[in-house]
């Protein structure tokens, strides 16, 4: 069972992967800039083709391995595996992919689209006037069962047993114990608390990130964009309150003992909807709202603004001149931050460092 779940997990990440240079905007092909109206040249259709048979028989091939060895290994040793293949998965589907971002800059200096067009940078003033989240209001619900998880806690303290269990295996036996204290005990609810501050920061994200727009189709591709925020944004405060819940569970347990293979299926089943769903939402959307259905779509002799230079390898964004901190993805769906401000370089050291530190306020 936990292999055919973790598989199941493995499985949308394949899609995904192998569907990104399709759900992508128009703009873009490989992280580099085009014109919207060759998105269908033969020879860029061709390479979405081919990076999405590449990629996506890399990732059959690593599941059949996995799969292979889940018949002969321990759980904890396929649990390893398991991590390690997605991240060699990771690895191949990116030097697959920059091999067609090479070629893509190949055939764009070959045909010279930019001869051909006049670069213009479009702006809506009155774009973050509009409505493009939801209101961090509804991430009150997550809050109160933080709360909850808290009180909780100080409630019932005198309940829990001096040592308590930390990690089960699928058996139900114990691997690690730890004593007792205010500070173990705060974990799971602090780490809740982290989430929720998280979650609350990407919704603040989806609505402040830079604008972007194709001059050549304006006002549909606003429509687009703020369909893409409001999705997403919705996406995230369903996640986030299904993560924030899913986390009482081993705070329960260290009262009322659950069974850990329930557990494990509980947690198991929430991870796979969310990753599911973002699939899901990723295909039917795209980058963007690239595949939102509009109509009235034109063609012309302008393009977007080529700023190619400033994308590093077609994924990183590092722009000094530019004064936004987030900015959608080139390849993919979501947002990614400009690497060239500092304050960007702030926020990712607090998220990786907020958790160690509550690892070893807890230890």
Avoid: C
């Amino acid at each position: 069972m936990i292999y055919i779940s973790m598989l199941l997990i493995f499985l949308p990440l394949v899609l995904i992967t192998a569907i990104t240079p399709y759900i992508t905007r128009k703009t873009e092909s490989f992280g580099i800039t085009i014109p919207s109206d060759v998105y269908q040249h033969p020879t860029i259709a061709e390479f979405r083709k081919k990076y999405a048979f590449q990629s996506g028989l890399a990732g059959v091939l690593i599941l059949v391995i996995l799969g292979i060895a889940a018949s002969f290994t321990t759980n904890f040793l396929w649990t390893i595996l398991y991590t390690v293949g997605i991240f060699v998965y990771i690895l191949v589907a990116f030097i697959i992919y920059f091999q067609f971002h090479k070629k893509m800059m190949q055939l764009k200096e070959k045909e010279n689209w930019k001869s051909k067009k006049k670069e213009v940078v479009a702006v809506d003033l009155s774009f973050y006037n509009k409505k493009l989240t939801y209101s961090n209001g509804w991430f009150l619900l997550p809050f109160i069962i933080t709360v909850f998880s808290l009180l909780w806690t100080f409630w019932n303290y005198d309940r829990m047993p001096e040592k308590l269990p930390m990690h089960y295996t699928l058996d139900g036996v114990v691997t690690d114990w730890a004593d007792k204290s205010y500070r173990t005990v705060l974990l799971f609810p602090f780490i809740q608390l982290f989430m929720l501050g998280l979650f609350v920061f990407i919704n603040i994200i989806i609505a402040r990130s830079k604008q972007q727009m194709d001059p050549a189709n304006p006002e549909e591709l606003i429509k687009q964009n703020i369909i893409f925020r409001r999705r997403w944004s919705l996406f995230i405060i369903i996640s986030g309150t299904m993560m924030v819940l899913l986390f009482t569970l081993p705070q329960v347990s260290f009262v009322y003992p659950i069974d850990p293979f329930i557990s494990f299926i509980i947690t198991m089943v929430v991870v796979g909807v969310i990753v599911i769903g973002a699939g899901v939402l990723s295909i039917v959307t795209g980058q963007g709202g690239s595949r939102v259905n509009v109509t009235n779509r034109k063609t012309g002799e302008i393009m977007n603004r080529d700023d190619d230079r400033y994308w590093k390898l077609g994924v990183f964004y590092f722009n000094p001149d530019d004064p936004a901190v987030w900015v959608e993805k080139r390849f993919g769906s979501g947002w990614t931050n400009n690497f060239a401000r500092p304050t960007s370089w702030i926020f990712l050291i607090l998220i990786l460092l907020i958790p160690i530190l509550i690892a070893v306020f807890a230890s």
